[in-house]
């Protein structure tokens, strides 16, 4: 290279599982990054700038760094010791394919398993391509449900009948008031719009106010109002609200009649107790308990004047929106807060009105995303992907009462686990000490491989460890979550680094082991499989340039963006237009619920459960602080972790109340040691009033880094958490845990 070769300008996008998929641009000469850039206000146009955060500029710092793969490797010492030895592409493929081979012969099709790992969240997936290699060899176990939104998903599909309840976002500016409950988009991306927004939300007037344990940075960026309410227990408030709201007979009681099945003993479905009903539960004729503010304030913390003051305004506010993060659904009993969430939007009106919004998962798509690489999985059975190691441990056992689907029981333990651009093996996944001890045990999972760029926790536990390549050294297609109108090109910026490979290169060489090569590929390159795949968007959405002039430009920005409303025409004319529930309406009391096991714990209506580990268990004798996680603006779960250069940013803390911290002797920067019967880990703490006494919080992702004792040195939270699945979606409850705190 020399400083008269030209420069460059790469236009790409990451691929990282941030909602934002923001625009980058990388200035290159001579196969050198010299600087990243964004987008500007000029190229976006009439549009939103696809603006990338601090994360995305720092990509090139973050990847390539010294402490890259380079090169195939094959355990040497007990697994999870981390002790490698170099080896040859050949013999890495090789080991795969034999491995592959023979535990398919031995165990099955379904003891294969490819973890959820969403390093590359793009449409030409390593996780997508190891299981349409293993479709096509016979089949594998699947999962469903993810990390992010188990239970906000299942919650509302049982009520809605869909998990689409999205409108446009531009109509929240048609809102009176917004309600961000356990949503932190200042700091959690999940697209680049949102903030925008809701910063013009704020311009107009329209109150904003945000529900959290945490004084967030939504909060101070948007100079919201913030009601601090404890961990897990956001049906207690809601149930108060819904109280108040009911008392003083301001609900749509003529929505509710004409669209929801089980507000009252009136609208409940034959054969079920009428007194089953929802304002049975509220009024306290089933328990004795009115649940009335004063109730809920000894459970949420709320004090019951702002319970009844929130709860007025959300009535008289016509229309407003409850936006959920998916922060309050990461709990013991998660699927409750997200009921009460969309009970409260039905009771108000807000259901199918513009400005209002139905609340739930609220996925939204205004444009068809990338089909799939996944030919039909013949083994067709999954679990709920939190529940992988209680596959590992007893697979053969699971039945469809621990969520297996697609069949009646599982035939098989998961013998080999194919981990690819994930770290939920160890690091992301509960529980990490009861995982390393389950994978520690070679005869239970017999063959592990991974592929990354570090050797991160979950690497270590690899017996095949491979190099993978990261954004700016391989290409695909990309788009952002729900709210982000457009696509774009993961262009390659370098060539790869060492013997780094995108995992389908090698994919192919294993495919051609097993005499699948030509059916894998379908002759086609990573290139030809990228035009294949957008050509296949393009015939859905006339509006896209052809594939070369997308390529060149990076991005398509859709310009026909027309405006929609959730169950504009069921709320209208529900006989006309059923909701895709067994009733044809909301199902604020759930048949399916009623009719099915989940019944003794998990109630066929939205209403407070006290969790486990949540403010009423008698645990808290022992371990009296509740500990919540949060998505932190320095990483992507636990990418970037290993950059110290964003590091200031929000270094790796304990927040602790002034409290909690006194009576424990703790200053502002003392290190203290966090634990409970799960695990340890030592972090110092930052003395706040940003969260009330009695809970505690330490940003998700950072790297497991235990001592010769198995205590974790860096605040990595899953050192504490449980691999208790969630009652009804068995999702990860991983905000929920009671925990001690001292100085270490
Ligand atoms: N910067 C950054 N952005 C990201 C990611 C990242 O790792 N970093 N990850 C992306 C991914 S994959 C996902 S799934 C999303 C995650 O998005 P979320 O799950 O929404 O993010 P969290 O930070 O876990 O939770 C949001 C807020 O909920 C609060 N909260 C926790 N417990 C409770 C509770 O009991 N009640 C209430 N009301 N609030 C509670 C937290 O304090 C936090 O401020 O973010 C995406 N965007
Ligand atoms: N306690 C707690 N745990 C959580 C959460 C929480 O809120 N609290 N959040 C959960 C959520 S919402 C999610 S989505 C999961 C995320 O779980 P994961 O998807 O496992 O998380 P990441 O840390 O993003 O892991 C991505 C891995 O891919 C690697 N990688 C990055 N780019 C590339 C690439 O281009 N190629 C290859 N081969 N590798 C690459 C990175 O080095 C990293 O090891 O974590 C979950 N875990
Ligand atoms: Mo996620």
Redesign the pocket.
């Known amino acids: 290279m020399s400083e008269y070769d030209e420069i460059q300008i790469i236009p790409t996008t990451g691929?990282?599982?941030c909602g934002g998929r923001c625009i980058i641009r990388a200035h290159v000469r001579g196969g050198e990054i010299l600087r990243l850039t964004t987008d500007t206000p000029a190229e976006a146009g009439e549009g939103v700038p696809l603006c990338a955060c601090a994360r995305g500029m720092n990509y090139h710092r973050t990847?390539l760094s010294p402490d890259r793969l380079r090169y195939p490797m094959k355990r040497v010492g007990p697994r999870g010791e981390g002790k490698f030895q170099r080896i040859s592409w050949e013999e890495a493929v090789d080991t795969i394919a034999s491995e592959w081979r023979r535990i398919r012969d031995t165990y099955g099709p379904g003891s294969r398993y490819v973890?959820?790992?969403?390093?590359?969240s793009a449409a030409f997936s390593?996780k997508s391509l190891a299981q349409r290699l293993l479709a096509l060899d016979g089949g594998y176990l699947d999962y469903y449900n993810?990390?992010?939104?188990a239970c906000i998903s299942q919650a509302t599909e049982l009520m809605y009948g869909t998990m689409h309840t999205g409108s446009s976002p531009e109509t929240w500016l048609d809102s009176q008031l917004i309600l961000l409950w356990g949503h932190n988009p200042a700091e959690t991306k999940f697209d680049c719009v949102s903030m925008h927004l809701l910063q013009t939300a704020k311009a107009k007037g329209i109150p904003l106010v945000v529900i959290d344990p945490r004084e967030s940075d939504t909060v101070r960026a948007l100079d919201c109002e913030w009601i601090p309410i404890r961990p897990a227990t956001d049906a207690a408030l809601e149930d108060a609200m819904a109280y108040v709201i009911w008392s003083e007979g301001l609900q749509d009681q003529a929505f509710l009649d004409r669209c929801c099945l089980g507000f009252d003993k009136a609208h409940m479905p034959p054969g079920v107790p009428p007194e089953a009903c929802y304002l049975s539960y509220l009024t306290g004729e089933t328990d004795g308990i009115p649940k009335t503010p004063e109730w809920a304030e000894t459970i949420c913390g709320v004090p019951a004047p702002t319970i009844r003051s929130l709860a007025l305004r959300l009535a008289k506010a016509k229309p407003a929106a409850i936006l959920l993060g998916?922060?309050a659904q990461?709990h013991a009993y998660g699927e409750q807060g997200v009921r009460g969430a969309i009970l409260l939007a039905c009771m108000t009106g807000n259901v199918g009105v513009r400005g209002g919004w139905a609340s739930g998962h609220a996925l939204y798509e205004r444009h068809a995303d990338f089909p799939s690489v996944k030919p039909q999985n013949p083994y067709g059975r999954a679990i709920p992907t939190f529940c992988w190691t209680e596959a590992v441990e007893h697979g053969h056992t699971m039945t469809a009462l621990d969520g297996v689907v697609g069949g009646e029981r599982l035939d098989s333990d998961i013998k080999m686990i194919l981990n690819?651009?994930?770290?939920?093996l160890i690091?992301?996944?509960?529980d990490i000490n009861r995982t390393a001890e389950l994978l520690r045990d070679t005869s239970k999972c017999e063959f592990i491989v991974c592929?990354?760029?570090?050797l991160?926790s979950?690497?270590k536990f690899a017996d095949i460890l491979l190099p993978?390549?990261?954004?700016l050294e391989?290409e695909n297609l990309t788009q952002p979550w729900k709210w982000g109108d457009f696509i774009g090109y993961n262009n390659q910026v370098i060539p790869p680094l060492g013997e780094g490979r995108f995992?389908y290169d090698w994919l192919s060489e294993v495919a051609d082991r097993l005499g699948l090569r030509e059916a894998f590929t379908e002759g086609r390159d990573t290139r030809g499989w990228l035009e294949h795949l957008y050509n296949q968007l393009r015939a859905k959405e006339p509006e896209l340039p052809d594939f070369d002039a997308f390529r060149a430009r990076g991005i398509h920005r859709y310009r026909n963006n027309p405006v929609t409303i959730a169950f504009e025409a069921e709320c209208r004319d529900p006989q006309a237009h059923p909701f895709p529930t067994e009733s044809g309406k909301i199902e604020l009391f759930s048949p399916k619920v009623w009719r099915t096991t989940f019944k003794s714990d998990f109630p066929a209506i939205p209403r407070y459960v006290a969790p486990p580990e949540g403010p009423q268990d008698p645990l808290r004798k022992k371990y009296p602080l509740q500990l919540i996680?949060?998505?932190t603006k320095r990483?992507?779960?636990?990418?970037h972790d290993n950059n110290p250069g964003l590091e200031p940013l929000d270094p790796q803390r304990l927040w602790i109340h002034p409290d909690d911290a006194a009576r424990r002797g703790l200053s502002e920067g003392d290190a203290a040691e966090i634990w409970n019967d799960r695990g340890r880990t030592r972090v110092p703490v930052h003395v706040t009033r940003r969260l009330q006494p009695g809970v505690v919080a330490l940003a998700?992702?950072s790297w497991f880094t235990p001592d010769a004792d198995g205590v974790d040195q860096n605040g990595s939270?899953?050192v504490l958490?449980s691999q208790t699945p969630t009652p009804y979606a068995r999702g990860?409850p991983?905000?929920t845990n009671l925990v001690e705190v001292k100085r270490a």
């Open positions: 691929r990282n599982n990847f973890t959820y790992a969403t390093g590359v390593p993810s990390y992010s939104t998916y922060g990461r690819l651009a994930g770290n939920c690091n992301q996944h509960s592929s990354d760029l570090f991160t979950s690497a993978g390549v990261s954004f391989s995992e996680g949060w998505h990483r992507c779960h636990s990418i998700q992702g939270i899953n958490t990860n991983q905000h």
